[in-house]
């Protein structure tokens, strides 16, 4: 009897109904992403032997064409990647916003920490933590910080400098040929302890961007978005921090400048290319349904 009203409710109300069916379609569960992504979704975060034999073809993602894995690639890549179940995940975005949040304690209490970009640990320790189990490396970063890998000196900085990472270093080199080409050049010279550099895989971040096109969502996802939604799919509790794509924030008394990143002042900072402030209002919701819990402000 209540069905039959709601359904009546739903066909006679467009708007309802439409409102439903976006909160089903938002909802984002553990089991929901498996479902449609394939439980396997989890082991393909980054490229391994097991899911890229020797012969088999990686896309790239911005650009035509394939890469074939060779008995040379193949030996350069990790044997698996298995992930068990996590119990309790902290996402840290780059905004400004974490700045004096004292949420570095809260942040590192997580099982497992996602980090964007290469942000520097120590000197923000404090409000963002210095645990890190998987940190995104934008090969772009080479080109900003280590003039291209060019010379061995800048290959030898490079290297140093991941040494405060722990976990994975997770590379998005599958943008196109020549990134790749990069990032190999750069694994070639790397063999620290600390961490392992791992290669993105192109279908993982292909399968999340096309789930989340299935939900109205257009735009490539930015890194963090990227992070959260698979935290979802391997997380029993995800937390956010430091998402806020705005130039203000606000507290109790007044409003206040927001940086673009915690940890670097850029020029034109806020033309940011990803359409963050739609994908906040994603978490907003995904928050509201106590799918995620974004934390802003100072922690306790
Ligand atoms: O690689 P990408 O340009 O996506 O990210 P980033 O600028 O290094 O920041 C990492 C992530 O933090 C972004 O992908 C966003 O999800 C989030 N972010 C935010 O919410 N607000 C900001 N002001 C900056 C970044």
């Not at 739903?10 to 498996?34: C, D, P």
């Not at 911005?62 to 990647?81: D, M, N, R």
């Not at 963050?276 to 106590?290: K, P, R, T």
């Amino acid at each position: 009897m209540a069905e039959e009203r709601i359904d009546s409710i739903n066909t006679r109300n467009t708007s309802v109904q439409a409102t439903a069916t976006y909160q089903r379609n938002i909802f984002t569960t553990r089991e929901g992403i498996h479902q449609e992504l394939g439980s396997n979704i989890t082991n393909l975060l980054f490229v391994t032997q097991e899911n890229s034999p020797i012969g088999s073809t990686l896309p790239f993602v911005y650009e035509k064409g394939l890469w074939k894995v060779s008995s040379k690639f193949y030996k350069s890549l990790p044997k698996k990647a298995t992930f068990d179940r996590l119990t309790r995940c902290s996402v840290v975005g780059n905004s400004g916003s974490l700045l004096h949040s004292n949420c570095g304690k809260h942040i590192d209490e997580a099982d497992f920490v996602y980090r964007c970009n290469a942000a520097p640990l120590k000197p923000f320790a404090a409000d963002a933590g210095t645990k890190s189990s998987l940190t995104s490396f934008n090969p772009s970063i080479f080109g900003k910080r280590y003039k291209g890998i060019a010379k061995q000196s800048s290959l030898k900085k490079f290297v140093s400098d991941m040494q405060q990472y722990h976990g994975y270093l997770w590379g998005a080199c599958f943008s196109g040929r020549s990134t790749l080409d990069l990032c190999m050049k750069a694994i070639s010279g790397y063999n620290i302890k600390e961490n392992v550099f791992v290669l993105a895989h192109p279908y993982h971040y292909k399968s999340f961007h096309d789930y989340w096109i299935r939900r109205g969502k257009k735009k490539l996802p930015s890194t963090g978005f990227y992070y959260a939604s698979d935290a979802l799919s391997r997380c029993n509790e995800t937390h956010l921090y430091g998402f806020w794509p705005f130039p203000r924030a606000f507290d109790d008394i007044s409003s206040y400048n927001v940086s673009y990143h915690y940890f670097e002042k850029l020029e034109n900072e806020w033309k940011e290319p990803h359409a963050m402030n739609i994908e906040f209002s994603i978490l907003v919701q995904l928050h509201l349904l106590g799918v995620v819990k974004i934390h802003n402000g100072k922690c306790e």
